[in-house]
């Protein structure tokens, strides 16, 4: 049996606040599970919260969902890690229509 993605979304917002990306991931790759876009977004964000900012990338360039808040939660796995020049490849690889103010602050 399978929770239902509210389910599933809150239990990986559950681990961001733990910082507990190693279960993130796991339950990232159940056979059965469809994150979406809010899942991977908090998946990406209990590595960055960790500071485990290669594991965030990791989750980030799968190419899920990839939307302003996985680009945002990326960037912030990069600041987090004090990675600025990757954070610079992921804001470079932002198609101009899904920037926003917000990215750019």
């Not at 998946?43 to 899920?64: T, V």
């Not at 302003?68 to 004090?82: R, V």
């Amino acid at each position: 049996l399978l929770p239902d993605n509210f389910a599933f979304n809150s239990l990986l917002a559950a681990l961001k606040v733990l910082r507990h990306w190693p279960l993130a991931l796991f339950l990232l790759q159940v056979d059965g599970s469809c994150p979406d876009v809010v899942g991977i977004t908090s998946a990406i964000s209990a590595c960055a919260a960790a500071k485990a900012w290669s594991k965030a990338l990791q989750i980030f360039s799968s190419g899920n969902a990839a939307n302003a808040m996985t680009f945002g939660a990326a960037l912030s796995a990069c600041d987090k890690g004090s990675q600025w020049q990757l954070a610079l490849d992921v804001f470079g690889g932002i198609s101009a229509p899904k920037r926003n103010p917000i990215l750019c602050n």
